[in-house]
């Protein structure tokens, strides 16, 4: 099963308007993506299924520790930007791609909504909506007086 492991910081910081939220990173891939995706962020968090921090170590090291257990496995795909990952990576056989190569795939078909907030997508009409006619007026009554 193919399995993607990525630079968590390294991406967030490829997202425009995602820049500052780990959670908003992870939710924007996983509603994009379906495959088994492992986040690797430095510092310190509550791992999960699909979210690794690094504690003291860098997330790199977790990343470079992910690479070399699954050296040859090309089932193993790399998103991130820094050049000793992707190194490591394409020297152990592992599919690499840029954190921005790999956003702009995934976000591709999101040119409607892409940099916008919710106010920005709702169409707002600039027409009143039209009265009653007389002659709606007059049914009305009749039913309801």
């Known amino acids: 099963m193919e399995k993607i492991i990525i630079d968590g910081n390294n991406l967030m910081h490829k997202i425009p308007h995602i ?9 924007a891939v996983r509603s994009r993506v379906n ?10 968090g509550e791992d999960t ?6 504690g003291n170590k860098s997330a790199d090291d977790i990343i470079r520790q992910y690479i070399e257990l699954n050296e040859g496995n090309t089932d193993l ?15 152990c056989a592992c599919n690499v ?7 702009n795939s995934i976000s ?4 409607v909504t892409r940099d916008k907030n919710v106010n920005q997508l709702y169409h ?7 009265g009653m006619s007389r002659k709606d007026m007059k049914e009305f009554k009749k039913y309801f007086t």
């Open 35 to 44: 495959k088994n995706v492992i986040f690797v962020f430095d510092g310190h």
């Open 49 to 54: 299924i699909n979210v690794r921090y690094s």
């Open 19 to 27: 820049k500052d939220s780990r959670e908003a990173v992870v939710e």
């Open 124 to 130: 707002y009409d600039d027409e009143k909506p039209g």
């Open 77 to 91: 795909t790399i998103v991130s930007s820094d050049n000793a990952i992707a190194g490591l990576g394409k020297a």
């Open 108 to 111: 591709a078909n999101d040119g």
């Open 97 to 103: 791609i840029k954190s921005e190569d790999f956003w």
